[in-house]
């Protein structure tokens, strides 16, 4: 009997994701993530008695609409640096599970980059390889292993699993 460890926790989601077919050896071109650092770390010192609220509030708002731009553009790049599109419909800090119309084999290994959050734009990049295929209601399930991912990306991704397993945590207490 096949019998699984692991050592993170995963969560059923929908994300959009963006892919293309890469060595086991290759790095993941996508370096960045476009959004993660902002939210003004450490803006707070800029509230000042010398700063009016209203202005802090304007600095806010213009960095908001900045990601949403960056994240229209990075969309934009996504789609022609990485011709294959799939959706992620679980995802932990090992790897995820992705359904797509582009066939892949196990053995492939990709290049993925995944949008964990729109609103701030939050992507990471990864490349795996295809460990698992499954059909489930007629449709091919592939089960995708990082290979070599960037600990910051990860960490978003444990992150996300972490507050999305809060979310359903209190949808069940309602």
């Known amino acids: 009997m096949n019998q699984e460890s692991r050592t993170f926790s995963r969560v059923?989601?929908?994300?959009?994701?963006?892919?293309?077919?890469?060595?086991?050896?290759?790095?993941?071109l996508f370096l960045g993530c476009v959004g993660c650092e902002s939210q003004f770390r450490g803006f707070e010192d800029f509230h000042s008695p010398h700063l009016p609220k209203e202005f802090f509030d304007f600095l806010l708002n213009l960095d908001n609409k900045l990601n949403m731009i960056l994240n229209f553009l990075s969309q934009k790049t996504l789609?022609?640096?990485?011709?294959?599109?799939?959706?992620?419909?679980?995802?932990?800090?090992a790897g995820f599970r992705f359904i797509s119309s582009t066939p892949v084999k196990v053995g492939d290994f990709i290049e993925a980059a995944v949008a964990l959050?729109?609103?701030?734009?939050?992507l990471?990049?990864?490349?795996?390889?295809?460990?698992?295929?499954?059909?489930?209601?007629d449709q091919k399930i592939y089960a995708f292993k990082?290979?070599?991912?960037?600990?910051?990306?990860?960490?978003?991704?444990?992150?996300?699993?972490?507050?999305?397993?809060?979310?359903?945590?209190?949808e069940q207490r309602l």
């Open 146 to 170: 990082y290979v070599h991912i960037r600990e910051s990306d990860r960490e978003q991704i444990v992150q996300f699993v972490f507050k999305e397993q809060r979310e359903i945590l209190r």
């Open 12 to 28: 059923k989601t929908r994300l959009k994701m963006y892919f293309r077919p890469t060595s086991k050896d290759a790095r993941p």
């Open 117 to 122: 959050s729109s609103v701030p734009p939050v």
């Open 124 to 137: 990471i990049g990864a490349v795996g390889e295809v460990i698992r295929e499954e059909i489930v209601q």
């Open 79 to 93: 789609s022609q640096e990485y011709q294959y599109q799939g959706e992620v419909i679980e995802i932990s800090g």
